[in-house]
């Protein structure tokens, strides 16, 4: 597997990832009836890189860095990540992580902070803390998952 700066012609390949994974509304604040042409704002815009990860031409995952703030918060990095339902359990994931923290380094940012991991959403906290990640802070009611409602969100951080 590789991962690659992401092109023009790997939208639709994006697009498949990002739409299987917002639309059900447990993990990502967009909206599960976010248009494809939204995505060129959300994972494809100027101001952030996109990578993918790839296999035999087939793309399983993807990343965005970007800085989390403007200007004198611009030293701090933020990411997010989706994989293909798919190709979930098989190492994508941690792959995708161990790339972005290498990328962010090269680009010298100082960190990388999430926003918004969704405390129901078990699977990548574990992910994120075996990464050096921490919990730095808790939102209450800070998502709002479809199913249970409102639900708590954490930052996590990590230093670089």
């Not at 990502?28 to 035999?56: G, I, N």
């Amino acid at each position: 597997m590789i991962i690659r700066e992401a092109n023009s012609n790997d939208y639709d390949s994006v697009w498949e990832i990002f739409e299987s994974v917002i639309k059900t509304g447990d993990t990502y604040v967009f909206d599960p009836k976010t248009k494809k042409d939204d995505l060129s704002k959300h994972w494809f815009a100027s101001h952030m890189r996109t990578y993918v990860a790839e296999e035999k031409n087939h793309i399983s995952g993807t990343y965005i860095i970007k800085p989390n703030q403007i200007d004198l918060g611009s030293h701090i990095a933020n990411c997010s990540y989706m994989v293909h339902p798919d190709a979930q359990g098989k190492g994508v994931g941690k792959l995708l992580c161990e790339h972005s923290i290498e990328i962010a380094k090269s680009l010298r940012f100082k960190a990388i902070q999430f926003n918004i991991v969704v405390g129901t959403n078990k699977g990548a906290i574990q992910l994120w803390e075996k990464y050096g990640f921490a919990i730095i802070g808790t939102i209450p009611k800070g998502f709002k998952h479809l199913e249970l409602g409102f639900v708590d969100a954490h930052i996590m951080y990590r230093e670089i």
